[in-house]
């Protein structure tokens, strides 16, 4: 095969059509590593929601069963909760409680914790709310 000047065969990609498709990969990565970060904080936000959801929960049940209610988390534990769960958002077991001098019922004997909360100081990017006040 006879090949002249202006007929030379090229197989192969040049360095700038490579460069152009690394270049679109790593955009491509970048879009899914935001898309990824933005999910995780998602499902951490819906475990916090169903965490308070539970606490209060076993907080009321406990003040309705012992006509008392539980001075702290660890009154919770056994009967009502199986563990107190780790806030999702700090990592830690360090959840506020806050209690108030009201009573449930006539019956009920004591106060104590009422509400419980985040100790994060973090706002959440999808609410614009702190999570404490969750």
Known sequence: MRTGRNQIRQF???LLELMVVMAIILILL???AVKYQRSVLTAHEAVLQTDLRALREAIDNYTRDKMAAPQSL???KGTYLYEIPTDPITQK???VTESEDILLSPEQTSTGITKV???SAAISPNTNTP???W
Request: proline letters at 0%; hydrophobic letters at 35%; charged letters at 20%.
């Open 12 to 14: 192969g990609f040049t």
């Open 30 to 32: 970048g879009m899914a």
């Open 74 to 76: 660890d009154d919770l």
């Open 93 to 95: 077991k360090d959840w």
């Open 117 to 119: 909360h985040s100790a």
């Open 131 to 133: 999570y404490s006040s």
